[in-house]
């Protein structure tokens, strides 16, 4: 049977177990003999530990040990590190305080955990963690990003709580640009900080046998072999060839889920130490306190055009809470994610953004869902709404005259990146008419007559997915190559094994992967198995994030699956008597050129393991490839997104009454996952815009610290969205994809403020717009 289904809206393999509830979470895996475990964490945020004194605790019955972060030192396991150089703009290396898996002399910020308790049930190990007694000296926390720098020092080797003051651009041609301007628009922001909230907490379970002297971990990551690499060569957990890393079915992790923590780590070290298994599963409001956050800028940015309305030029000041320690990733999150993205869609030639990454009392912030680059949209989509607010033009034409034409590309940003592709007018004119954007004014006066305000917002995003290449990360700081590997195995049968180092914890590639491989071969979707997430199983890998998985992992498939057709027909050669050369492989056959000879796929895959006659030095048995595969640039999805909502100005609601999206992803395997995934981007953007935020008190606690408090936006709070693609497939991957992952909360969260100040006449409203605050800006129009 020969099957297409690139393209295709394929329902979802996996849906099958996870809607029956027979998915393999990692809370669902019960071991025998297993102990459970529960850490102590700091009330304060910001304390010297001055005796921790476990006794009481101990001889509690079922408790098996206490461990403390003094035992841990001792057993010389190392910090955990952070994965990415930057260096500050007088060539400095970065400052990143030792970050100790389990806090020894002093804590920094509320919630970090100091002490493991491990007992015979969950209950047990939580009321003994309640008899460890900590003795704390208060200090003085650093909790306000704005005025961190001037505050006390958190850490003595770290002056002004900063970690590095990095730029990019040439700020001489920029500033010379803003000499010259005809207009400049000014704007102050806040990105507002956000708690990631997957579905399913963090978990694991470290099994360690003493007679292999293998340490498996079970763990709910994105990046299993990230993990395992860290855990060994870092912090010095095991050797490499003695721990296995098992990232079972994940149940969402928009980032959280990539950095190495200290409970998984802690677990690990006691399950060795012990010579027992034991489980975590994190509480919702452990999740809250420890889980990365994201976000959180502060940011002043300058906008000049000339006397035609063309930007010349754009400057950016922004201040990134780091948290109280730079987590795995964090480092390269409001720089190399962010400063490089500030060119948006546009042609402004000169780009100038200096950015101070400072530490406060508080959770580590990281890369959440878009990382940096919903963070760069956001500024220069607001900004440049403001500008045409100022000058009085359409903002969706003012966007228009400055996009980056079809013919300019490839495209050299002024702050490193090289578009490779992309039709801007395209997407910006598909959603104006589906957003029916010329009938907005007569809807308006219809709103008005009911007594309700209406704005529209329109929002041109770009991103940069699938970081890379290797080449490039690595002279940017980072600490690994940025390639993927798969494996494509043919069974004798002709049914197919695929393994790929990337990771899905919701993104569908049990599907899309067996789609691309299955078009490969012509066979069906249902003859593909996808295997991820298991160190012991498949090559290394670098897990899922920065929407890489099709664009890199995809491109590894595409790869090792060519080398497979090309081995088959050296054996369909063989078989038909005649040269490779002759053999054409198509709709899942190998055809013998200008004859009726040929052999189906699957009867190649089973000669291939039935090698009875086959030539003994020159055909090799079996139908098994690898590839690696390095990308040579980033892929660079973009569209444009237009919200329009109504605002009750008795009350301050927003309806979101319409939302559409156009992106251009390039080549599509799947729309109907695509399109989900886009839901979901724009679900999220949505909640930073309406109602989620992070809030510390003046002590370093957190009040958004459960969902009583910290507002997730429902189903109820969302339209049906109106999505649609334009396509200009990628110019450097074989599979011409762009990511899609992280799109729509990307782009979202300016349409929708720039939707709402249109709506109420202000000209600007901080993130998150509640209702609260959006009644209070109406009445002070
Ligand atoms: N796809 C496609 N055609 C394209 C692009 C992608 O069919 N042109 C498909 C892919 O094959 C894959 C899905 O769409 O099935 C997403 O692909 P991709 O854009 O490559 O992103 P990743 O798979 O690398 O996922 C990472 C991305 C990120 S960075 C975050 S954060 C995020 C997101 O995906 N976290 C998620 N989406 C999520 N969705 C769920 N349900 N849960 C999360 O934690």
Redesign the pocket.
């Known amino acids: 049977m020969s099957e297409q289904t690139i393209g295709q809206s394929v329902l979802r393999k996996e849906d099958q177990r996870f809607i029956t509830g027979t998915g393999n979470y990692t809370d669902d895996i019960n071991l025998r003999g297993q102990a459970y475990g529960y850490f102590v964490r700091s009330p304060f945020a910001h304390a010297t530990i001055d005796s921790v004194d476990v006794s009481a605790a101990t001889e509690m019955e079922g408790v098996i040990a206490v461990l403390t972060g003094s035992d841990l030192a001792e057993d010389g396991l190392g910090a955990l590190p952070c994965g990415w150089m930057i260096h500050s703009k007088d060539g400095s290396e970065m400052r990143s305080p030792d970050h100790p898996i389990m806090a020894v002399n002093k804590v920094n910020y509320a919630g970090e955990p100091l002490a493991l308790v491990v007992a015979d049930s969950i209950k047990l190990a939580k009321n003994a963690a309640e008899m460890v007694d900590v003795e704390y000296g208060e200090l003085t926390p650093v909790v306000d990003l704005r005025t961190a720098q001037s505050e006390e020092q958190i850490y003595a080797e770290i002056p002004s709580n900063t970690s590095y003051e990095w730029e990019l651009g040439d700020r001489e041609a920029t500033v010379a640009a803003f000499d010259s301007a005809a207009h400049i628009t000014r704007y102050e922001l806040t990105n507002n900080r956000l708690i990631p909230n997957?579905i399913e907490p963090r978990a694991a379970i470290a099994d360690f046998n003493p007679g292999s002297e293998e340490l498996t971990l079970y763990t709910t990551s994105?990046n299993p072999h990230l993990t395992r690499l860290v855990l060994t060569a870092f912090v010095q957990l095991a050797p490499e060839h003695k721990l296995r890393v098992i990232a079972p079915d994940?149940?969402?992790?928009?980032?959280s889920?990539i950095f190495i923590y200290s409970e998984e780590t802690a677990l690990g070290w006691a399950s060795k130490r012990l010579g027992l298994p034991i489980k975590w599963t994190a509480e919702r409001s452990e999740s809250f306190l420890t889980d990365a956050h994201g976000r959180d800028h502060v940011t002043e940015a300058e906008l000049a055009l000339d006397e035609d309305g063309l930007f010349i030029g754009l400057r950016v000041k922004t201040l990134a809470n780091m948290g109280a320690y730079l987590s795995t990733f964090s480092a390269a999150v409001p720089t190399y994610l962010y400063g490089t993205l500030l060119a948006g869609q546009y042609k402004t030639p000169n780009i100038y953004v200096e950015v101070d990454a400072v530490f406060t009392n508080t959770t580590p912030v990281d890369?959440?869902?878009?990382?940096g680059r919903p963070e760069a949209t956001f500024l220069l989509e607001r900004i440049i709404e403001l500008a045409a607010r100022e000058l009085k033009v359409d903002p969706a034409e003012l966007r228009r005259k400055n996009f980056i034409q079809p013919h300019q590309f490839p495209y050299q940003t002024p702050v490193a990146l090289e578009y490779d592709v992309g039709d801007y007018e395209a997407s910006l004119d598909k959603a104006l008419e589906l957003a029916d954007y010329g009938g907005f004014t007569e809807r308006r006066k219809a709103s008005e007559a009911g007594g309700k305000l209406r704005g529209i917002g329109v929002s041109c995003y770009i991103e940069a997915?699938?970081l890379a290449p290797s080449q490039v990360a690595g002279a940017l700081g980072a600490g690994v190559g940025l390639w993927e590997s798969g494996e494509v195995r043919v069974n004798p049968t002709g049914s197919v094994t695929v393994l790929t180092g990337?990771h899905?914890?919701?993104?569908?590639?049990e599907?899309?992967?067996a789609?691309?491989v299955a078009s490969r071969f012509g066979i069906s979707v249902d003859d593909v198995e996808v295997v991820h997430g298991d160190t012991g199983k498949m090559d290394f890998g670098l897990g899922?994030?920065?929407?890489?998985?099709?664009?890199?992992?995809?491109s590894a498939l595409t790869k090792a699956a060519d080398k497979v057709v090309e081995k088959g027909r050296l054996i369909a050669a063989h078989l038909m008597q005649s040269d490779a050369e002759k053999i054409d492989f198509e709709q899942g056959e190998y055809r013998l050129r200008d004859s009726n000879e040929a052999r189906t796929f699957q009867e190649i895959a089973f000669a291939a393991y039935v090698p009875h006659d086959f030539p003994h030095d020159d055909l090799e048995p079996g139908l098994t490839e690898k590839a690696f595969y390095d990308p040579g640039n980033f892929t660079f999805?973009a569209g444009t997104y237009i919200c329009e909502v109504e605002v009750d100005p008795e009350t301050g609601v927003t309806d979101i009454l319409k939302f559409t999206a156009v992106d251009d992803?390039?080549?599509?395997?799947?729309?109907m996952?695509?399109a989900?995934?886009v839901h979901?981007?724009i679900a999220q953007g949505v909640g930073q815009a309406l109602c989620e935020t992070c809030i510390y008190d003046a002590e370093g606690q957190l009040q958004t610290g459960s969902f009583m408090d910290y507002c997730m936006p429902r189903a109820d709070d969302l339209p049906s969205f109106t999505v649609d693609v334009t396509s200009t497939p990628c110019t450097h991957n074989p599979?011409?994809?762009?990511?899609?992952?992280?799109?729509g909360?990307i782009g979202s969260p300016p349409a929708v403020i720039n939707a709402i100040t249109d709506a109420i006449g202000v000209r600007d409203i901080a993130m998150p717009a509640t209702a609260h605050k959006v009644w209070q800006a109406i009445q002070e129009v």
Request: proline share 3%.
């Open positions: 997957a994105q994940v149940g969402g992790g928009f980032g889920k890369a959440y869902r878009g990382a997915c699938g990337s899905s914890h919701g993104q569908g590639h599907t899309t992967f789609q691309l899922t994030y920065g929407s890489r998985s099709l664009a890199v992992g995809g999805p992803f390039g080549t599509i395997i799947n729309p996952i695509v989900g995934q979901g981007g599979v011409g994809a762009k990511g899609c992952g992280e799109a909360a």
